[in-house]
């Protein structure tokens, strides 16, 4: 068979099923909701990744909805690039959850995974045009911080980078972001290893010492102060429960 009997064998059969795509408009419609950050529109316009919406690629379910999982994630980080997000950060989230979805091992696991993929995009994209509304000197320090997370970053290094007095951007810092420097480098810091403990096989004395933390206890404690839980419990209650067969 043809590719062109092919195309029209599947057509009927889509018809005949009542098994059609969604519309363009409504994927437009939830792509340029995650590219807005809007959770409000993506929650109203994200269908379920096992839907019909999103047609047939493999006669495997389970394949099909990891197949799925890729275009969409692709597609999400295309269009949040084109939006402003650095390239690095995109291309590095759609690595990140194309090789979970190559080794989940339950169609649960990938629809999990799909919604975490969505939602992460989008919150990202929100914090991203909340950033835009900053001056010229803390979008720099932003950006700084976000690309020297792994190396140790002091107020005076922030400062001549912006070429500010500390105590000046100390004070613009605070009332732009609303948190000193140092309390941002740590959340963003934690943040970094919630999702390296979730979603890759690192340990957290691997993910702490990346992450630039002093020592292993320190970063257990700072970990502890803004989750509530440690690493170790962090892990094993989110990696092993998303991810682990049972």
């Known amino acids: 068979m043809n590719t062109e009997q092919s195309f029209t064998l599947s057509t009927f059969l889509q018809r005949e099923n009542a098994s059609v795509h969604s519309a363009y408009s409504s994927e437009l419609a ?10 409000k529109k ?12 999103f047609g047939t690629l493999s006669d495997n379910p389970f394949r099909n909805l990891c197949y799925h999982l890729v275009i969409s994630t692709a ?33 649960e696991a990938i629809s999990t995974l799909h919604r975490q993929m969505v939602f992460d995009f989008t919150n990202r994209m929100r914090r991203m045009k909340t950033r835009q509304v900053f001056s010229k000197p ?7 911080i976000y690309e020297n997370l792994h190396t140790p970053i002091l107020l005076k290094d922030l400062a001549d980078f912006v070429e500010l007095s500390p105590a000046y951007l100390s004070a613009l810092f605070k009332k732009q972001v609303g948190s000193t420097i140092s309390a941002y480098i740590r959340g ?12 890759s096989e690192y340990t957290s004395i691997e993910i702490g010492n990346y992450l630039n933390f002093c020592s292993h206890s320190h970063f257990i404690n700072v970990f502890r102060q803004e989750t509530g839980m440690t690493p170790r419990q962090f892990k094993q209650h989110f990696f092993s429960r998303n991810w682990q067969a049972d």
Request: charged residues 25%; proline residues 4%.
């Open 30 to 39: 939830f792509f340029h909701a995650v590219q807005s950050g809007d959770i």
């Open 42 to 53: 993506v929650q109203e316009a994200m269908s379920p990744l096992d839907s019909n919406d």
């Open 75 to 107: 597609l999400i980080t295309r269009f949040c690039m084109e939006a402003g997000m650095p390239s690095e950060e995109a291309y590095t989230l759609s690595d990140l959850y194309i090789r979970k979805a190559d080794t989940a091992p339950t169609i």
């Open 138 to 144: 803390i979008r720099q320090c932003l950006d700084y």
């Open 188 to 199: 963003l810091r934690i943040d970094a290893a919630k999702n390296m403990l979730q979603y």
